[in-house]
């Protein structure tokens, strides 16, 4: 899972996957009376598998769902992507998200402009999203702080999804 890092990636991952079960498959078109060269209801079959996989919380699955739903320009640009669970929202000039990771270290993102995710922040009152855990995707960004007399690195949102 490591070595999978783009959206390409992953989707490759993901038919070798089904190349190499396709006994698995075959047995799932047949319980389910689908004719394997119907492209369309294979589809369908497919779809049902990643539901289920889903449902169970597969985290593999997840993971790997996650990077083929991802932008590949995202990758490109330097994003990394940080997990943790929301505590709040700080007002300094630009807002500041907040959240706790594993280890409970406070991690600070700043929102300097429009990213996925970004409205479901605007009007949410921070208790409300207390406790939620959010996947942060963000690229370091240098910027010159007037009160430090120097310039930093920060963290800059691409986009936040509630997990």
């Known amino acids: ?5 783009t959206k390409q990636a992953a989707n490759d991952a993901f038919e070798k996957c089904f190349e190499n079960h396709a006994d698995l498959l075959m047995d799932v078109a047949k319980e389910q009376n689908v004719d394997v060269t119907d492209e369309p209801a294979m589809s369908k079959v497919g779809v049902e598998i990643g539901k289920n996989l889903m449902k169970q919380k597969c985290g593999s699955f997840m993971q790997l769902a996650m990077k083929m739903g991802k932008d590949d320009d995202v990758e490109d640009t330097g994003a990394q992507v940080t997990t943790g669970v929301f505590k709040r929202i700080d007002t ?12 409970a270290a406070e991690k600070s993102f700043i929102w ?7 409205e479901k922040f605007i009007d949410a009152s921070p208790a409300k999203l207390a406790g939620e855990k959010l996947q942060i995707t963000w690229k370091d960004m240098e910027v010159y702080l007037p009160q430090a007399k120097g310039y930093y690195t920060v963290k800059e949102i691409v986009s936040i999804d509630i997990l």
Request: hydrophobic share 45%; aromatic share 12%; proline share 4%.
């Open 92 to 103: 300094k000039g630009f807002n500041y998200i907040v959240i706790t990771d594993k280890a």
């Open 112 to 118: 300097l402009r429009q990213f996925p995710g970004a």
């Open 1 to 5: 899972m490591a070595k999978i890092s």
